[in-house]
């Protein structure tokens, strides 16, 4: 079974720039959630995916976007990227209804000059 | 809307030494309960949870988190602790009005366990 899994690992952008992180749900899973975790701090909820459709949203500006496609994969697109942007972003997935457990992967670091 | 909150940043302990993780939440809602570990430069693993019936839960790892309502906590346990067990400790809650998917984190325990 394929667990969870994010690229790039690791990236660098420049303020104003714009970036996609992709995501590929574990097998079976429908429901796809991204996280940021700046440093020395928790994950917070961007958004959350089902059905291809936005299904609950966090506290995060509009330029905070995504998709979900056919096969429950999952991109994550940030448009004019701030210094405070810097962060691992986090995926993760879990069966719709499941049972309380969401599957992180390892995440994308992204830095922002 | 959820709050946690994890008052240690760093637990300093010594091998085969009980530890405790303390977290506290609010909510105006049922909640349902969390404990992640981070090791590091991986993602976060789901160490327990509580999501109804008995209030103490266990982990297949020795870890125990017990849900107390009264004073909104759920603080993490092991009785003896290993090298292996540093790591970073997060604390979730989600609402049930919410679900499992949109979890509020507190912003974690480091765990050191030195020989």
């Known amino acids: 079974e394929t667990g969870v899994t994010q690229s790039p690992t690791h990236l660098i952008k420049t303020r104003g720039q714009q970036v996609t992180l992709r995501c590929s749900s574990q097998s079976g899973h429908n429901t796809v959630s991204w996280y940021q975790q700046a440093l020395g701090q928790g994950p917070q909820f961007i958004f959350q995916y089902y059905r291809e459709e936005e299904n609950g949203r966090g506290n995060f500006p509009p330029r905070f976007s995504g998709l979900q496609f056919p096969n429950y994969s999952s991109e994550l697109n940030v448009n004019a990227l701030e210094l405070d942007d810097s962060a691992l972003y986090l995926c993760?997935?879990?069966?719709?209804?499941?049972?309380?457990?969401?599957?992180f992967g390892e995440g994308s670091r992204l830095t922002v000059l | 809307a959820q709050s946690v909150t994890q008052l240690d940043s760093q637990v300093p302990v010594f091998e085969e030494a009980p530890v405790e993780l303390r977290c506290n939440y609010s909510?105006?809602?049922?909640?349902?309960l969390f404990w992640y570990v981070q090791y590091p430069n991986q993602g976060l693993q789901l160490l327990l949870k509580?999501?109804?019936?008995?209030?103490l839960v266990e982990s297949i790892n020795g870890f125990e988190a017990e849900f107390n309502k009264s004073q909104t906590s759920f603080h993490l346990r092991k009785p003896s602790v290993h090298i292996s067990d540093t790591a970073e400790y997060f604390c979730a809650v989600s609402g049930m009005n919410t679900g499992f998917q949109k979890l509020v984190f507190g912003t974690g325990t480091r765990l050191l366990v030195s020989p």
């Open positions: 993760a997935s879990s069966p719709r209804g499941g049972t309380g457990e969401l599957f």
């Open positions: 909510s105006s809602v049922s909640v349902y």
């Open positions: 509580y999501l109804s019936g008995s209030t």
